[in-house]
């Protein structure tokens, strides 16, 4: 089974949510993995500190011009979508970081005078934090493109069906969010009781509705905003899954790295609840 | 003209609230909201919208099924996974995923019988508007759109003609969480950025990485801790990383209840109350808008 953790807007407890599920299910005695998307920047591993193994370098590929071969005919540049190369009188120009990998450009160079080379947009990462499964990407610093990366994270994380795999979203409603998610079996949106929360959940749920995933909100924070949240998804007939409140205390506790559900009995019974909910979820839509 | 863009790596730190705020400042300025994928400052400056215009990403494939013969070269050649195999009565249906096509068009120009053809759509749509404190430049990219980093470039190049033939001395940009595409696209060419933190083992690790990023474009970078009395402690590990890798730190906010209630009325925080939140992000917008640009 695979859980997505996502919402709109950042900073609503993504990882909160994500890192302290995955204990809770590794607690329980379940096998457990956990990916952390957000590969722009990845923070479960704040949370769960896992022994990461050496990290693998990812790359994709990009043209690279063979000019005893070239006769600057400019096909290359005429397929390439992307501008990411320009043919000039004697000379071909690639532009790299323009460049999406889809190998149009070598595919179709009558000559033969492309290939292609690896170029490096990041590192994934895996590892075990006491019994989880854990791999993450990091993006290189610079580097605009994280879907690539994105994909290689979940190559490596989801391997067999025996396990529950966590998955941490990055924020956002575009394509790097719909990577992440897709596969997944359910989705858990989370956000926070104000009105930038409410903006951003209703874009999630359109989201999420657009790859029919079924899915559920956590209220994090409850209590600093007003009941806009709470009135939408009654209309919408959303479930609300679980709830955690606001306090100075988790505020801290979280300001240290202390997953939630180490501050505090209640917040292991609020992950029961949480799971087995999206459990008679799963069950009942089949 | 001085353009001034406020990131943060993490989400939820506080980029918006500054921004509104900066931009009821200002007086003098444009706003412009460059999370185009959830974007939240409409709900504190009520832009009434002036001008609507449509975003087109890039077009995306389709496949004709009259003239498609089933011969599968298209799956062959993409390397996105947009291309799904279906079996229908014994004989193969390709078709696109649009979610996951890239628009490179390699499949069009590979199809042996010119069934694909490339279908330009509207992903998304840009405003000027007008608020009360200036004008306002925004943008909403459609769910599950790619390409948020050339609609955030255009919402930056029509905040910053507004700015021009106004002649307002000011483009405050609010821009997306992350390091990736759409940061890049909100930082390239400002005069400054303005990082805001919060002192959280995530708040720092994010803050060090998008510190980074602005670097490596060669922005210049200041910094300000939000919510910096929630730890103390790693507040001090803020200033002192800051230091040591020569960052100002403009400012510290206090956590306060009252930037929640503002939210809640949709009003810039400085315009709703006078508190130690408001006198320090007051005191911050000085420093910056009176050091003249390098």
């Known amino acids: ?286 | 003209m001085r353009q001034i863009v406020i990131i943060s790596g993490k989400g939820g730190t506080g980029k918006t609230i500054i921004a509104a705020s900066f931009a009821a400042l200002a007086k003098n300025g444009v706003a412009a909201d460059c999370d185009v994928d959830a974007a939240d400052l409409y709900l504190l400056l009520h832009p009434e919208i002036k001008e609507r215009h449509k975003f087109k990403g890039l077009p995306k494939a389709e496949i004709n099924q009259v003239k498609c013969t089933g011969c599968g070269r298209c799956l062959e050649v993409c390397r996105f996974g947009a291309v799904k195999k279906q079996v229908h009565d014994r004989s193969p249906l390709f078709l696109i995923d649009p979610l996951s096509c890239e628009g490179c068009k390699v499949c069009y120009y590979a199809c042996p019988e010119d069934a694909i053809t490339m279908t330009e759509s509207v992903s998304g749509e840009w405003f000027i508007s007008e608020t009360k404190y200036g004008p306002m430049v925004h943008a909403r990219l459609g769910i599950a759109e790619e390409n948020s980093g050339k609609l955030v470039a255009i919402v930056r190049e029509n905040a910053r003609s507004v700015a021009l033939e106004r002649g307002l001395d000011f483009v405050i940009v609010d821009g997306p969480p992350g390091i990736g595409c759409p940061v890049i696209a909100s930082l390239s060419g400002v005069d400054l950025a303005l990082i805001v933190t919060e002192p959280t083992l995530s708040g720092i690790h994010d803050m060090e990485r998008v510190i980074d990023v602005a670097r490596h474009f060669g922005v210049k970078t200041v910094c300000l801790i939000n919510k910096y009395d929630i730890n103390l402690e790693n507040s001090g590990n803020i200033e002192k990383w800051c230091e040591r890798n020569k960052i100002p730190v403009l400012g510290r906010i206090p956590f306060d209840n009252s930037v929640s209630e503002s939210v809640v009325k949709g009003i810039p925080i400085v315009e709703y109350m006078h508190n130690m939140v408001t006198q320090r992000i007051k005191e911050v917008w000085w420093e910056i808008s009176e050091v003249k640009g390098e």
């Open chain 1, 1 to 286: 089974m695979i859980v997505s953790i996502a919402s709109g807007k950042g900073g609503t407890g993504k990882t909160t949510v994500a890192t302290s599920l995955a204990l809770y299910l590794n607690g329980k005695g379940q096998n457990t993995v956990i990916l952390d998307c957000d590969v722009e920047e990845p923070d479960s591993a704040l949370f769960l500190k896992p022994v990461l193994n050496k990290p693998k370098t990812v790359d994709i590929p990009v043209p690279t011009v063979d000019f005893e071969r070239c006769t600057y005919c400019g096909r290359c540049a005429e397929v390439c979508a992307y501008n990411a190369i320009a043919v000039a009188k004697k000379t071909v120009l690639v532009f790299p970081e323009l460049c999406h990998g889809c190998g149009g450009c070598a595919l179709f160079c009558p000559e033969g005078a492309i290939s292609e080379v690896g170029r490096d947009i990041g590192v994934v990462e895996e590892g075990d934090a006491s019994g989880i499964k854990f791999v993450q990407g990091q993006l290189k610093v610079g580097e605009p493109m994280a879907v690539p990366l994105i994909r290689e994270v979940k190559r490596r994380g989801i391997k067999e069906n025996k396990e529950i795999v966590i998955i941490d979203v990055p924020p956002g409603t575009s394509c790097p969010v719909i990577k992440s998610v897709e596969g997944s079996d359910f989705v858990i949106l989370v956000t926070e009781p104000t009105p930038f929360g409410l903006n951003d959940l209703k874009l999630a749920v359109e989201t999420v509705k657009k790859i029919s995933i079924p899915f559920g909100v956590v209220i994090n924070k409850d209590g600093i905003g007003d009941s806009g949240v709470d009135l939408y998804c009654e209309l919408e007939r959303i479930p609300i899954l679980t709830r955690f409140p606001f306090s100075r205390e988790i505020a801290v506790a979280y300001s240290k790295g202390i997953p939630i559900i180490d501050a505090g009995v209640e917040f292991r019974q609020k992950f029961e609840e949480l799971y087995d909910t999206i459990l008679s979820i799963i069950q009942g839509g089949l």
